[in-house]
């Protein structure tokens, strides 16, 4: 069976998150520094986003850089900052010929202002494409998404272009920074992991779980495939209790 051979209707349409984890493991598994685990995970990023159009994924979120990470080793930072924008610059105009349409999540504040800018400039630049929304989390985390949006929201109330009973999961999800996106129907975590790390805390509250064990390095297009198959084998309840149908003469 050719799992990729999947007809793109907008009953399979999905929002994968991805959970980019292990690529410093990989790394030192084999004797090598972190940084060179990170470069190849960062080459495994075109791979995936080809992928993902090929199976009817039609928005991609990236957890890419944490608010957490900024505690890593200074080095380690540095090094994936300037990888970072090397993506950006070798990139750029590819991702908008393939009509790829790139926004970034999460506060860009403490980032460099050429690297904001390059950001500002790609966002631009493919706001129009329309084959796959990449989300890009950098500077990302669950919790401070929700505080922003409350930030948000409050300035409103006190304003007075809003009321305090105007507050709804909607107008939550309004504010967030996938505001008008779909949430996340699949959420895959790479290197066995069995957690979700601060990722769209919010979004996330029906998605569906993977864990895969192969780190991000070891994440192939074929691996995606298998996942993307699981995921469409599965039902999706909501919280709800979906009656099993009864099949044409059984006995009740």
Same mark, same amino acid.
């Given at each position: 069976?050719?799992?990729?051979?999947?007809?793109?209707?907008?009953?399979?349409?999905?929002?994968?998150?991805?959970?980019?984890?292990?690529?410093?493991?990989?790394?030192?598994?084999?004797?090598?520094?972190?940084?060179?685990?990170?470069?190849?995970?960062?080459?495994?990023?075109?791979?995936?986003?080809?992928?993902?159009?090929?199976?009817?994924?039609?928005?991609?979120?990236?957890?890419?850089?944490?608010?957490?990470?900024?505690?890593? *080793? !200074?080095?380690?930072? @540095?090094?994936?900052?300037?990888?970072?924008?090397?993506?950006?610059? /070798?990139?750029? &105009?590819? #991702? =908008?010929?393939?009509?790829?349409?790139?926004?970034?999540?999460?506060?860009?504040?403490?980032? *460099? !202002?050429?690297?904001? @800018?390059?950001?500002?400039?790609?966002?631009?630049?493919?706001?129009? /494409?329309?084959? &796959?929304? #990449? =989300?890009?989390?950098?500077?990302?985390?669950?919790?401070?998404?929700?505080?922003?949006?409350?930030?948000?929201?409050?300035?409103?109330?006190?304003?007075?272009?809003?009321?305090?009973?105007?507050?709804?999961?909607?107008?939550?999800?309004?504010?967030?920074?996938?505001?008008?996106?779909?949430?996340?129907?699949?959420?895959?975590?790479?290197?066995?992991?069995?957690?979700?790390?601060?990722?769209?805390?919010?979004?996330?509250?029906?998605?569906?779980?993977?864990?895969?064990?192969?780190?991000?390095?070891?994440?192939?297009?074929?691996?995606?495939?298998?996942?993307?198959?699981?995921?469409?084998?599965?039902?999706?309840?909501?919280?709800?209790?979906?009656?099993?149908?009864?099949?044409?003469?059984?006995?009740?």
């Amino acid at each position: 069976m050719n799992l990729f051979a999947q007809r793109r209707t907008k009953e399979c349409d999905v929002h994968v998150g991805i959970i980019m984890d292990g690529n410093g493991r990989w790394a030192t598994k084999r004797g090598l520094p972190r940084l060179v685990g990170h470069k190849r995970g960062a080459n495994r990023v075109k791979d995936i986003v080809k992928a993902s159009s090929e199976l009817g994924v039609t928005t991609l979120t990236l957890y890419a850089f944490s608010t957490e990470n900024w505690k890593r *080793a !200074a080095h380690e930072v @540095e090094g994936l900052m300037k990888m970072f924008r090397g993506y950006l610059q /070798n990139n750029f &105009i590819e #991702l =908008n010929a393939k009509n790829i349409r790139v926004i970034f999540l999460g506060d860009p504040s403490p980032l *460099a !202002a050429d690297l904001r @800018e390059q950001m500002e400039r790609l966002e631009e630049l493919t706001k129009d /494409n329309t084959l &796959i929304t #990449l =989300n890009v989390a950098i500077n990302y985390g669950g919790r401070d998404d929700l505080v922003r949006a409350t930030r948000e929201i409050t300035a409103k109330i006190l304003d007075g272009s809003l009321s305090v009973e105007d507050i709804s999961e909607e107008l939550i999800s309004g504010h967030l920074d996938t505001a008008f996106q779909p949430d996340p129907d699949l959420i895959i975590r790479t290197a066995g992991e069995l957690r979700m790390s601060n990722f769209m805390t919010w979004q996330c509250a029906y998605s569906e779980m993977a864990f895969v064990k192969k780190s991000w390095p070891e994440f192939t297009p074929k691996v995606y495939a298998e996942v993307i198959a699981d995921y469409r084998s599965r039902t999706r309840q909501f919280g709800a209790v979906i009656p099993k149908p009864v099949e044409i003469g059984n006995k009740a």
